[in-house]
C-alpha cells in the first residue's frame, strides 16, 4: 500500500477544515461531534483526532483560515488610529470591524457567512475560543473606547463594547446568509446602514454611562 505523501494530508486537513465550517455554522459549534466532521468530509473515523487531535483544535482551524486576514486588518486599522491620536466617533470604531467584514463578505460570500456565523455563536456565548491568536487587538479598541469615552467607566465599557460587537457580527451573518440567493453578499448600501445602526446604538449606550 503506497505511503501518503505530504500533499495528501494537506488535502485531508482542508477536507476537515472545510466541513467542520460547515457544520459549526449550521448546527452550531457544540452539537457538532468530530465524528459527524470526519463522516461530512468523507473520511475514516480517526481522521480528525489524527490531523488535529481535538474538537478546539478543530474550531482554532476554521476561526484562522477564514479570519487570520480579518483580524489582522482589524489590527492594523486599530493600530493606525491609535497611533494617529484621532478622538473616534461611534461610527469610526464601529468601522474598524465593519469594513474588514465587508470585505471578506465581497471576496468570499459563503466562507464570510460561515466564518461570521459561528463568530456569532461564540460571542454570544462569551466563549474564549473567539480569539485563537493572542494579540493587542482588544486592548487597542478599549484604548480608543476610552478615548470617545473618558467619562465612562470600565464596565460599561466592556459591557457596551461586547453588545455591539455581537450585534454586528450576528445581524452581518444573518443579513448576507438571507442575500446570498440574490447578490451572494451583504449589499454594500445595507452594510453602512446596519453599521450605522450599531453604531447609533454604542453612542446611545455609552452616553449615558459617562453621566
Given amino acids: 500500500m503506497p505511503r501518503s ?3 495528501d494530508g494537506a488535502a485531508t486537513r482542508r477536507a476537515l ?6 457544520l459549526f455554522a449550521a448546527q452550531g459549534v457544540e452539537a457538532v461531534s468530530i465524528r459527524a466532521i470526519n463522516a461530512e468530509a468523507g473520511l475514516g473515523a480517526a481522521s480528525a ?11 482554532d482551524a476554521v476561526l484562522l483560515d477564514s479570519g487570520a486576514e480579518v483580524l489582522a486588518h482589524i489590527h492594523r486599522l486599530a493600530k493606525d488610529m491609535v497611533d494617529s491620536d484621532t478622538i473616534p466617533t461611534a461610527r469610526q470604531i464601529v468601522d474598524l470591524l465593519a469594513l474588514p467584514y465587508r470585505q471578506f463578505l465581497d471576496q468570499a460570500p459563503d466562507k464570510g457567512v460561515r466564518w461570521l456565523t459561528i463568530c456569532g455563536q461564540l460571542s454570544l456565548a462569551n466563549d474564549p475560543r473567539l480569539f485563537p491568536v493572542k494579540d493587542d487587538t482588544a486592548e487597542l479598541l478599549r484604548k480608543l473606547l476610552e478615548r470617545a469615552y473618558p467619562s465612562a467607566d470600565e464596565t460599561a465599557i466592556e459591557l457596551n463594547w461586547s453588545l455591539t460587537v455581537n450585534t454586528l457580527i450576528v445581524m452581518a451573518a444573518r443579513w448576507s446568509d438571507a442575500s446570498i440567493e440574490g447578490s451572494r453578499a451583504l449589499s454594500n448600501g ?5 453599521a450605522d445602526f450599531v453604531a447609533g446604538g454604542l453612542e446611545s449606550l455609552m452616553h449615558p454611562a459617562q453621566t
Avoid at 483526532?49 to 474550531?59: E, M, P, R, T, V
Avoid at 445595507?190 to 446596519?194: A, E, P, Q, S, V
Fill in 5 to 7: 505523501s505530504p500533499r
Fill in 190 to 194: 445595507r452594510f453602512d446602514t446596519l
Fill in 49 to 59: 483526532h489524527y490531523h488535529f487531535g481535538s474538537k478546539d483544535a478543530i474550531l
Fill in 17 to 22: 477544515i472545510d466541513s467542520a465550517a460547515k
